[in-house]
């Protein structure tokens, strides 16, 4: 099983950045991810220091390393990211009107021209296997857990629009490349691509009994729908047949009867992963009431698993993490709060690797 550590992230200033105060009132936000660069990008809520109302950190996972820049559009700015390539997110620029931005050097820069967008509904943003960027502005409609969606994909400086779907299932991130086509996206049921008119990639989902609601993941040619109940379920068929699955970090009780449930017990939830098509899982195992636990967890392609690390989540926690980031098989960062006083400042974190 992969080591643990803690770990210290310091966090030096933009070069346009005096160095701001970072308290334990300070608050991180996952705003976007570029997997390919291995970085992340956070809003950082705390103390406004040398006139500055809020700060960006990007945060380099792979080299555990921190940067802040002034959010000169906190307030204004709509939608984020998640892909491999530069983040993006978008602003207003009137009624029904939006400019896509993209992250060059040291701020933000405007990506193609403007978008004519619906203002009732909410935007995201990814990139399709290539890099290329994409668009998605998402309404909800009369019928519950059911979103239309519209999308736009970036082509010599203009967005295309690539149509719209009603579709089910939308996870956080909501749109991420498809893993199994280089020039597509996935939402929730719905697949947006440049070849094709939008289409659903699947034909079914399970069957929760009373109306739960989940979240649809896609890796590794399996299909699979985390549950708002933490039930996990699995299709290798495109939806046709699903299966409940019955893998958990621990032994099972029985052959026939399991003592822990889902959503009493224990806990799922998806990872924010640099690798596409990876399917690690957080399993916050409260079983034993006076000695929680978090386990970090991938599925793999086969359909097995790995418990790559188990950490304490109890009041002599060595971190209490804040956000759990997968940068490869068997390595993890997990972030904690600020180090209150500390100059530079810092960022306590706990490294998993091989």
Known sequence: MP???LALITILAGPSAAAPLCDASTVLTLLSTDSRAGEFLFAMSGPATAGVDGWLLRLDAIHASAALFPDALRGSRVGASHGPGPFMMAHPCGAGCLQPLAWEG??????????ETPNDGSIHLTRDGSGSAWLTAHRA?????????QAWSLEDESWTSQG?????????PAALPDPDRERAILVGTGRFSIEEPPIYWLSSLPFLGESVGGQLVRSSQTSLYLAHDARLFHSSDGGTIWRSERWTPWPSQ?????L???GRDYWLDRAVSLSLGSAPF???????RDSPSLR???RLADGSWLEEARLERGPCASLSIEHALDLAPGRWLLLGPCIEGRTPPSLTAIEVRE
């Open 254 to 258: 029985s052959a026939s009867i399991e």
């Open 3 to 5: 080591r643990t550590a």
């Open 260 to 262: 822990w449930r889902a």
């Open 164 to 172: 719209s779907l009603r579709v089910q299932a939308v996870g956080i």
């Open 282 to 288: 957080l399993w916050f195992d409260d079983r034993i």
């Open 296 to 298: 970090l967890t991938r």
């Open 141 to 149: 409609t009369e019928l519950p857990g059911v979103v239309e969606v």
């Open 106 to 115: 040291d701020g933000w820069q405007p990506l193609g021209r403007t978008i």
